[in-house]
């Protein structure tokens, strides 16, 4: 083997190294396409369906009417309309949750401000 080696040429050795090289990957393919059949006949054969109970019947959702206000572009708000819309944005989310709006006495008493980016 050692003297075939020595005596032949390159290009001998090359084929026969690629030969090599697509013998393995070839095999290493089969081996998975082996196990990927393997797993899937454990997932038939082992695998058991949960029994389906009876879903409770969906309670159909209070529909919220969407409310147009127009956008009014304003370089600074004063810091009281501000408040006034976060505590209506509030409001009106915990009544479309079926709330009165007003769980736990929710109110917005102050409000600090986070650095600004880019102008935002």
Known sequence: MVESILLSTGSENFIQGLGITL???????????????????FGKVFYKKPEQ?????????????AVETPVQEETESSDEEL??????????????????????????RSFRRIGRKNGR
């Open 23 to 41: 013998g393995g990957i070839l095999i290493v393919f089969l081996v998975l396409i082996l196990i990927s059949f393997i797993l899937y006949g």
């Open 53 to 65: 109970k009876a879903a409770p019947a969906p309670v159909p959702e209070k529909a919220v009417p």
């Open 83 to 108: 408040i006034a819309a976060i505590t209506a944005a509030i409001s009106c989310m915990l009544e479309a949750g079926g709330g009165t709006g007003h769980e736990g006495g929710f109110v917005v």
